[in-house]
């Protein structure tokens, strides 16, 4: 029986669309074998969503309506397309009775659609930044904004990268299928770079009322799992999934009962998820076991169980938190991590040391407009007894932040900075 449609039928349209905007493309790829149709395709679905759902009510299962609504567009595209009448039967047939046929075995293969879409999304044929724009937009459903901000670069160039992205893929004719030997390993690297962020936009939402939008947590943490046990011998592998899982231990703490965002010091660490640190531990020690020096994925793993294994935050090691940080720096040098390693010094040698690092950083072209720049200055210099210099650049994030959580936090540490002259504590 459908629920009786109200005017908020829209907002349970487009909130639906977002949570199964991946799999319906996924599944509709499958069909008509070209990523850039199945979103136009998907995107029907919406609006066919929008059309009836007012009239008819929002159906009991409206993400399998939108699923089979998007099939049933598959459907007909193909059927039109089909130059023989006895395969327009044959596919016609088999596409409305049964589940799209499987692909031909292989012995490690993966019948995961969404994991076929990341691998289609970072073909060879793209670049390496298209590769990343392209499956965040089909996979995590983010905006051309939100992924912008994810990489700090222009919102305009995200989007030319995505167009050029799908008609590459389509004028290649890229088999949407998940690669094998030595294809795939190529692949992989941009493959977990673009399960970390989609991870991440999950964990401290770019934009929006919330401050966690779980299901791209969870997407990216299942495909997490899925490569580890596809990639037994690939220490990178385990250690994205040791980082996500020490991550996600964290996530029921990060938000109030009012969805406020809860800072790092002031967490409740008895309802981390131990179940969740301890999948972590395990995943981060088989990347260990593996020969090589650690890489990024690893040495980040590796800052989140010093966090872990601090009964309180006042009894983290910094230090070594710090050093991570620097060598992280060495490998993969970035403004954001050079951000980071300044918090953690700061911890461990003091604010005025921290404050040297983040304001080296001042003219970084990368942190302009990334307000947790100013926000970390902000804490610093509350903690340096600067008061007023601190409420204004507590103010200035504010400003710079797309995340209407993130930026009440910075709004109320402003106000309580100006009236109190202390700050609090990152």
Known sequence: MAVTADSGSAGAVEAVFRIEQARIIAAVA???????????????????????WPESGVPDRPGAWLMATAKHRAIDLVRRRETYKRKLAEVGRTLEETAPPPEPAEPDDIDDDLLRLVFVSCHPVLSTEARVALTLRLLGGLTTDEIARAYLVPEATVAQRIVRAKRSLAKAGVPFEVPYGAERDARLASVLEVIYLVFNEGYSATAGDDLLRPGLCEDALRLARVLSGLMPDEPEVHALAALLELQASRTATRT???????????????????????????????????????GPYALQAAIAVCHARAAAYEDTDWAA???????????????????????????ADGP???????????????????????????????????TEEARSEFVRAAGLTRNARERALLEERAARTGRSGAGTGQ
Do not use: C
């Open 30 to 52: 499958r069909v008509v074998r070209d990523v850039g149709i199945a979103e136009e395709l998907a995107q029907d679905a919406l609006v066919a969503a929008l059309e009836q």
């Open 352 to 386: 005025e040391a921290g404050l040297a690092l983040v304001d080296a950083l001042a003219a970084e072209p990368a942190l302009k407009g990334y307000h947790l720049l100013p926000s970390v200055r902000g804490d610093l210099l509350a903690r340096l007894g600067r």
């Open 256 to 294: 109030g009962p009012d969805g406020a965002p809860v800072l790092l010091a002031d967490q409740d660490r008895s309802r981390w998820d131990r179940r969740l640190i301890r999948r972590g531990v395990e995943a981060l020690t088989r990347a260990s076991a593996v020969d090589g020096a650690p």
């Open 321 to 347: 938190i710090a050093a991570l940080y620097g060598r992280l720096a060495a490998l993969t040098p970035s403004p954001v991590v050079e951000l980071n390693r300044a918090v953690a010094v700061s911890m």
